[in-house]
């Protein structure tokens, strides 16, 4: 890891790092795993459909990014296992880890929303987020960047004091706000043993993506990827156990 020093932080170089992306065939996963590769960053594909991630790291290829497609469903604890297998088999280590994968099934109003749709989203965006970090911990306490580094894709629809979130997504809402919450106790036991792993929850914002059905009144995929690619590649005195927006200010909770 190369290292230099600026008048307000140090600097690393992140070239050559593995970097393991959930949910990464498409949208902001597909970007944020193109714009790592484009600063030298070895990136893992996670999908659960082969042929997707695999095409999705052909297109990689394609800009010649270092990519690989690596199995992973999010809601199947064996898939998880084995994907961490995989990566300690291959790689020996796991500098970055981006938990983007999610699912958002509801726009009925609370009371309408059916117990199946809550727990289907909750397996996915907080238990899914759980089960693949505690999985790749072992993995990025072995990071040779000075300490691994966990985004958790979030949503400003987590923040309370975001007067725009739209209560008709109670079980998306409150996934993301447990997901921010699970963020920080991270952080803090990380904090305690000493470790150099930083974790954290970014908000890319409204995206022209397939969930928001790519409403063209939001922003740019690109755009989103940005700030999620920043604390992916903190330097060392960076923070840890925040949740940011996408202009990588801390977010209200």
């Not at 050559?16 to 992306?21: D, P, R, Y």
């Not at 999010?74 to 938990?99: F, P, R």
């Not at 009371?111 to 970090?133: C, H, I, P, W, Y």
């Not at 890319?204 to 590649?233: C, H, L, R, W």
Request: overall charge positive.
């Amino acid at each position: 890891m190369a290292t230099t020093t600026n008048s307000s932080c140090t600097v690393s170089s992140f070239k050559n790092a593995i970097a393991l992306i959930t949910g990464a065939n498409k949208g902001i996963g597909f970007e944020t795993a193109r714009q790592l590769g484009k600063q030298g960053i070895i990136v893992l594909i996670g999908a659960r459909d082969k042929i997707r991630g695999e095409e999705g790291v052909k297109k990689l290829k394609e800009e010649k990014i270092n990519a690989k497609y690596i199995l992973i469903d999010v809601t199947n604890e064996e898939s998880i296992k084995q994907a961490a297998e995989q990566t300690q088999k291959e790689y020996g280590k796991l500098d970055i880890l981006i938990n983007n994968a999610a699912i958002h099934l509801e726009g009925e109003p609370p009371s309408k929303t059916s117990m199946d749709k809550l727990r289907q989203t909750f397996e996915t965006n907080f238990f899914g987020v759980f089960a693949v970090t505690r999985a790749f911990i072992p993995l990025l306490q072995k990071s040779t960047i000075g300490g691994g580094r966990i985004v958790n894709v979030s949503s400003q629809l987590a923040s309370f004091g975001n007067n725009l979130a739209d209560r008709n997504k109670l079980a998306y809402s409150t996934s993301k706000v447990a997901l921010n919450m699970m963020t920080y106790q991270f952080a803090k036991e990380f904090a305690n043993n000493k470790s150099t792993i930083k974790i954290n929850s970014v908000d890319p914002g409204s995206t022209q993506t397939d969930m928001t059905g790519n409403n063209p009144k939001f922003g740019p995929i690109e755009a989103a990827a940005e700030p999620i690619v920043y604390f992916a590649t903190l330097p060392s005195d960076g923070p840890s156990g925040q949740f940011f927006d996408k202009q990588k200010q801390v977010h209200a909770w």
